[in-house]
């Protein structure tokens, strides 16, 4: 598809529609659409963005600002026909070849009542691609605005839906808010909502955003963590069998992943990871166990993680699982409690003195199904670990695309196409 977007300003001017304008543009063209966006303010922010800046589309050029005061006090500029002729021909000039047009606020906001008037003429008319009302904000609805919005055209331009425009708003509550402007039914009105973009929070570096990419973590229901060395005193092999009696019981695409290298002072450490391999196939977790060692992009060198990915990967996991036999302390315990990550541990000493009662321990001869039914129990209950998969499972900008924008796009453009 190639798709405009409408504003009155664009990235790098920070504001929270120019920041789903940059997320919108940013995930299409990684899924190999075109994108055209036009606005008044703003640069070509990503290569291979076509950007056109119009002063006339935004809201502070000088000839903007001034019709603006003048339609404010209930009047018509004496150049307002001009201006919206210019308008129209800018849009159509910069816009034609488009398959989509997407305007953000322009149909109900009164920022730039030219731009309104100017789309609404090229609807009528029937002259351009189809257009997308995605509306964040309601003038007619705001007690603040009613003194710059007076009887008749452009202002209830604003306050009338437009025959031919599908509408998105970005919440259910603000769907509400323009049934009630237009006396739309609901399910006329598509909700998409903004979303993160999670390996950008949590500022993953190159390697870490890799490796996320590479295992699709954040596609899991769950990760867990074990940050050591492959040493068979860390009882890896226990953190296996916990692991896939949580994926049985649960039903969870849980994963582990596991960041240290084999231990240097033992050579038997590289035939133990191995053994843990041939583990993971005989317990059908080869997609699910991560580890880091053996993930270099060139398979015949190590991948040492650094400090600093070790603590990111503290950050994107959702429980630390730290199954050892013998510790002389644990910092991992510590660490995990600077994240706020539940801990799921072997019942030794040490993290008894550390963590106190706020660790969930086991001791080694538990089954393994008991462990797991006590692991997701507690995260079921746990509301910070269900806030997190639900905003992963519904609000990343990449699933927001996929599953909400592009299908809604594919029906207007058919819709179009079937009308002409």
């Given at each position: 598809?190639?798709?405009?977007?409408?504003?009155?300003?664009?990235?790098?001017?920070?504001?929270?529609?120019e920041l789903t304008i940059f997320h919108h543009a940013r995930v299409l063209i990684a899924l190999g659409h075109q994108i055209t966006i036009v606005s008044g303010q703003g640069t070509a922010f990503l290569p291979?963005?076509?950007?056109?800046?119009?002063?006339?589309?935004?809201?502070?050029?000088?000839?903007?600002?001034?019709?603006?005061?003048?339609?404010?006090?209930?009047?018509?500029?004496?150049?307002?026909?001009?201006?919206?002729?210019?308008?129209?021909?800018?849009?159509?000039?910069?816009?034609?070849?488009?398959?989509?047009?997407?305007?953000?606020?322009?149909?109900?906001?009164?920022?730039?009542?030219?731009?309104?008037?100017?789309?609404?003429?090229?609807?009528?008319?029937?002259?351009?691609?189809?257009?997308?009302?995605?509306?964040?904000?309601?003038?007619?609805?705001?007690?603040?605005?009613?003194?710059?919005?007076?009887?008749?055209?452009?202002?209830?331009?604003?306050?009338?839906?437009?025959?031919?425009?599908?509408?998105?708003?970005?919440?259910?509550?603000?769907?509400?808010?323009?049934?009630?402007?237009?006396?739309?039914?609901?399910?006329?009105?598509?909700?998409?909502?903004?979303?993160?973009?999670?390996?950008?929070?949590?500022?993953?570096?190159?390697?870490?955003?890799?490796?996320?990419?590479?295992?699709?973590?954040?596609?899991?229901?769950?990760?867990?963590?074990?940050?050591?060395?492959?040493?068979?005193?860390?009882?890896?092999?226990?953190?296996?069998?916990?692991?896939?009696?949580?994926?049985?019981?649960?039903?969870?695409?849980?994963?582990?992943?596991?960041?240290?290298?084999?231990?240097?002072?033992?050579?038997?450490?590289?035939?133990?990871?191995?053994?843990?391999?041939?583990?993971?196939?005989?317990?059908?977790?080869?997609?699910?166990?991560?580890?880091?060692?053996?993930?270099?992009?060139?398979?015949?060198?190590?991948?040492?993680?650094?400090?600093?990915?070790?603590?990111?990967?503290?950050?994107?996991?959702?429980?630390?699982?730290?199954?050892?036999?013998?510790?002389?302390?644990?910092?991992?315990?510590?660490?995990?409690?600077?994240?706020?990550?539940?801990?799921?541990a072997t019942d030794l000493l040490p993290f008894r003195e550390s963590a106190g009662p706020w660790a969930t321990l086991f001791a080694a001869e538990t089954p393994p199904s008991k462990v797991a039914q006590a692991?997701?129990?507690?995260?079921?209950?746990?509301?910070?670990?269900?806030?997190?998969?639900?905003?992963?499972?519904?609000?990343?900008?990449?699933?927001?695309?996929?599953?909400?924008?592009?299908?809604?796009?594919?029906?207007?453009?058919?819709?179009?196409?079937?009308?002409?």
């Open positions: 598809m190639h798709i405009g977007l409408v504003h009155y300003a664009s990235p790098p001017i920070v504001g929270g529609v291979q963005v076509s950007y056109h800046p119009e002063p006339l589309i935004g809201s502070y050029s000088p000839a903007v600002l001034e019709a603006s005061r003048i339609l404010a006090a209930g009047h018509h500029p004496d150049n307002f026909g001009e201006l919206l002729a210019q308008t129209q021909a800018a849009l159509l000039k910069n816009l034609a070849s488009c398959d989509v047009i997407i305007g953000h606020n322009l149909f109900t906001l009164h920022k730039n009542l030219i731009l309104t008037t100017a789309v609404y003429r090229l609807l009528q008319t029937g002259e351009g691609p189809p257009w997308v009302a995605w509306h964040h904000d309601f003038a007619w609805l705001r007690p603040q605005y009613q003194p710059e919005l007076h009887p008749g055209e452009p202002w209830e331009l604003l306050r009338h839906p437009w025959p031919g425009v599908c509408h998105v708003t970005v919440s259910q509550a603000q769907q509400a808010d323009l049934v009630r402007l237009y006396g739309l039914p609901p399910e006329s009105i598509t909700v998409i909502s903004p979303g993160v973009e999670p390996t950008d929070f949590y500022r993953a570096n190159p390697v870490v955003k890799q490796l996320l990419q590479k295992w699709n973590l954040l596609q899991a229901d769950c990760v867990f963590l074990l940050p050591a060395r492959i040493t068979r005193r860390k009882n890896i092999e226990l953190g296996l069998r916990w692991l896939a009696a949580i994926r049985d019981c649960s039903g969870w695409d849980a994963r582990l992943v596991v960041t240290g290298p084999p231990g240097p002072h033992n050579p038997t450490n590289t035939a133990y990871l191995e053994q843990l391999w041939r583990l993971c196939r005989e317990l059908q977790l080869e997609q699910a166990v991560h580890f880091a060692y053996q993930a270099h992009e060139d398979s015949d060198q190590p991948l040492l993680l650094t400090d600093g990915a070790v603590a990111e990967f503290y950050q994107l996991a959702d429980a630390l699982l730290f199954p050892s036999q013998q510790e002389g302390f644990g910092i991992p315990i510590l660490e995990a409690a600077l994240a706020r990550l539940p801990i799921f692991i997701v129990e507690k995260l079921e209950t746990d509301r910070a670990f269900q806030l997190r998969q639900r905003v992963l499972a519904r609000y990343t900008w990449q699933s927001i695309v996929e599953t909400k924008m592009l299908p809604l796009l594919a029906q207007v453009i058919s819709s179009q196409n079937e009308g002409k």
